[in-house]
T-cell receptor, first 110, second 114 residues
């Protein structure tokens, strides 16, 4: 199993603040996905990135895939309480199935 | 609205019992997966299936088996439940090669083995 690290593990911020969470591997991803999981529910897919340097935006969320395809970041602008949840990245190497990181638990305080 | 449905949200079973967790998807997806999720360990793949009557071991298959008799249904079986199998169990489905278009997850079954 490939190692996929997410940081920070926990993040608690005030409403309106910006934040960035990270997903890193020592190996090159063939593609990478980001999910959000709310308490008591399963993860929900937010985005898939496949090209090095790719940037995708989903409203206030910006996803970036590193040029070398070994890392990815998720930036949230003006966080809202509804953004609270566990953010998971899932990476695939050489076309194999996806492996999930341990996640970043985000709490946005009103 | 497309969905993956897990039969139970909460289960409490006794050590040594045989436990069946059921998962049904209505999206005609060929791929189905069973994960367990534990704090600090993330999602770990137990078993997966790319077709009817086909199954492959994931990273932690010990103590589990699966059954896929119909395309829409993927069952996880704990042959003899143990306390270290207390966990959140998540079923997922996808189409296309190995989930590259994303997984659709069920809401999970929180299993407690006492």
């Amino acid at each position: 199993t490939q190692l996929l690290e997410q940081s920070p593990q926990f993040l608690s911020i005030q409403e309106g603040e910006n934040l960035t969470v990270y997903c890193n591997s020592s190996s090159v991803f063939s593609s990478l996905q980001w999910y959000r999981q709310e308490p008591g529910e399963g993860p929900v897919l937010l985005v898939t990135v496949v090209t090095g340097g790719e940037v995708k935006k989903l409203k206030r969320l910006t996803f970036q895939f590193g040029d070398a395809r070994k890392d990815s970041s998720l930036h949230i602008t003006a966080a809202q309480p509804g953004d609270t949840g566990l953010y998971l990245c899932a990476g695939a190497w050489a076309g194999n199935q996806f492996y999930f990181g341990t996640g970043t638990s985000l709490t946005v305080i009103p | 609205d497309v969905k993956v449905t897990q039969s139970s949200r909460y289960l409490v079973k006794r050590t040594g019992e045989k436990v069946f967790l059921e998962c049904v998807q209505d999206m005609d997806h060929e791929n189905m997966f069973w994960y367990r999720q534990d704090p600090g360990l993330g999602l770990r793949l137990i078993y997966f299936s790319y077709d009817v009557k086909m199954k492959e071991k994931g990273d932690i298959p010990e103590g589990y088996s699966v059954s896929r008799e119909k395309k829409e249904r993927f069952s996880l079986i704990l042959e003899s439940a143990s306390t270290n199998q207390t966990s959140m169990y998540l079923c997922a489905s996808s189409f296309g090669r190995q989930g590259r278009y994303g997984y659709t997850f069920g809401s999970g079954t929180r299993l407690t083995v006492v």
